[in-house]
């Protein structure tokens, strides 16, 4: 059964500019979550969608979006890039609508120059 | 809001040696906890996973243990080995939300 899988693994932008990256959640499972990752700020929530309907959405400003399509497979959108956006971002998905085991990727590394 | 705190923020043990990392929360509602090793550059990989009505999980060397009232949960690494290094990392899911709360972390290094 193949895992979750984020694309790309690394790229790298400069500031100003838009990212999208993409996620596939293990088959079968609905609800796909959003991570950000950096050593100064460790792991922190950016948003979750259940059935292409954005649930919940952590503390990050306008810049970041996000999507689900019908077959649960989900992008996410930085424009304006700025250089503290570098940072390794996870995608997490589980089976559940509530509190389930979350399993997460592999991560899209992200470098703004 | 709910915090995560984990200690020690660093752990090196000699091959062999038994190990408990520990992980505390301030809100004591929550969904459940869920327990992650994350190797260097790489994804979180899913540990254990302790519902709130439980007290404990067991999956191999490792068992997990939950006090909710107390805010606490400890993870126990039995006979430790070299490949069990990496850094382990606790997160809730608080009642009412549908996301994880973060601890920051315990970077395990296990010498052969």
């Known amino acids: 059964k193949a895992g979750v899988t984020q694309t790309p693994r690394y790229l790298i932008k400069t500031r100003g500019q838009q990212v999208t990256l993409s996620c596939s959640p293990i088959?079968?499972?609905?609800?796909v979550s959003w991570y950000q990752q950096t050593p100064g700020q460790g792991l922190q929530f950016l948003f979750e969608?259940?059935?292409?309907?954005?649930?919940n959405k952590g503390n990050f400003p306008g810049r970041f979006s996000g999507r689900q399509f019908s077959n649960s497979r989900s992008e996410m959108n930085v424009s304006t890039l700025e250089l503290g956006d570098s940072a390794l971002y996870l995608c997490?998905?589980?089976?559940?609508?509530?509190?389930?085991?979350?399993?997460f990727g592999e991560g899209s590394r992200l470098t703004v120059l | 809001k709910q915090e995560v705190t984990q200690i020690p923020a660093a752990l090196s043990v000699p091959e062999g040696e038994n190990l408990v990392l520990n992980c505390s929360f301030t809100?004591?509602?929550?969904?459940?906890l869920q327990w992650f090793r994350q190797d260097p550059g790489k994804g979180l990989t899913s540990l254990l996973l302790?519902?709130?009505?439980?007290r404990e999980q067991t999956s191999g060397r490792l068992n997990a243990s939950l006090d909710k009232s107390s805010g606490r949960s400890t993870l126990y690494i039995a006979a430790s080995q070299p490949g069990d290094s990496a850094t382990y990392l606790c997160?809730?899911?608080?009642?009412?939300?549908?996301?994880?709360?973060f601890g920051t972390g315990t970077r395990l290094t296990v010498i052969p």
């Open positions: 997490a998905s589980s089976r559940t609508d509530v509190a389930g085991e979350l399993f």
């Open positions: 088959s079968g499972h609905r609800s």
């Open positions: 969608y259940f059935s292409e309907t954005q649930r």
């Open positions: 809100d004591s509602a929550i969904y459940n």
């Open positions: 302790i519902q709130s009505s439980q």
């Open positions: 997160a809730v899911i608080q009642t009412g939300a549908n996301n994880l709360f």
